[in-house]
């Protein structure tokens, strides 16, 4: 194979990585399942239509945007809740990754793992990647975090009809939490 195929062959596979058409404000939500933090099996079809759901991607467990984000949605959960919004948080990490970073953070909400992208497709989500990352946990002990991949860091809004409602490709990490509060609060 000629390099310039060679090269070409290598786009066209990373283009294939995120072929799915991102969803956009007023289409139906995609279907999708996941297993949340706790290994558990998690689809959509049990949360959607129930009340406001909030499906947010990012990046990685534990690390500086993620965490600012994650907890930002954990110290608004009840403002959040009392509004009718569920909020599950999406990323390739496993599950045992989760588990850690609820832990340590003291999360109030699902995590799902997305450890292939599935779920992150579905969305239109671009992805990258997945890597290594080394933390060091309280207890002084040192965990190797592995993730599948890599998704950007984006939000969606499902209302109670299965719409997406919102979206947010630009998100700020620390403000998201108050951002969905605003946006669900706009919406009705």
Partial sequence: MK??????????LGVGMNAARAVDVGDKAPAFEGVDDQGHPWTSADHVGKG???VYFYPADLTGGCTKQACGFRDDMQALTAKGIEVVG???DSVPNHQLFKKVK????????????EIAKAFGVPLRAGSTFKFKGADGETHVLKRGVTAARWTFVIDKQGKIAVKNTKVNAAGDAKAIATAVDSLK
């Fill in 3 to 12: 390099p310039l195929a060679i090269v070409m062959a290598i786009c066209f």
């Fill in 106 to 117: 003291n999360l109030n909400f699902t995590l799902l793992a997305d450890e292939k992208g």
């Fill in 90 to 92: 999406v990323s390739g």
């Fill in 52 to 54: 406001v759901l909030v």
